[in-house]
């Protein structure tokens, strides 16, 4: 009996091995802004962009001058940081995409006013 108990993990773990690389390969990672990274007039740079749910967002930024926080709609078109919304302060965030809409500010002041912001949809 511990023999065919072994062969059911060696299984087990064999098809885990299969089966996890392919769902990790599926995950793109974006450096938001490309070669400027996260600065200003960033707010175009999604477009023409396909993203999905698992997808990485790499923000690059000096944290002494910016930093990204993720929003709702309403923090995202008036450029508000709605109480609890995460802040992230690193200058090297990796922030995984959700399913729908995904929406993220600098709250330094008159940067999202200034087109530090961006709205990405997720599939």
């Known amino acids: ?16 091995c299969l089966v996890l690389p392919f769902e990790m390969v599926d995950a793109a990672s974006f450096p938001v802004g490309g070669s400027n990274g996260w600065t200003f007039n960033v707010v175009g740079w999604p477009k023409g962009k396909r993203f999905k749910a698992g997808d990485v967002l790499a923000f690059n930024y000096n944290p002494s001058f910016h930093n990204v926080v993720a929003v709702n709609k309403a923090g995202y078109d008036g450029c508000k940081t709605p109480k609890g919304a995460k802040v992230f302060t690193t200058g090297k965030d990796q922030i995984k995409l959700k399913k729908g809409a995904n929406y993220f500010i600098c709250n330094f002041t008159g940067h999202c006013e200034s087109g530090m912001k961006i709205a990405v949809t997720a599939a």
């Open 1 to 16: 009996m511990a023999m065919g108990r072994g062969s059911a993990v060696v299984a087990v773990v064999l098809v885990l």
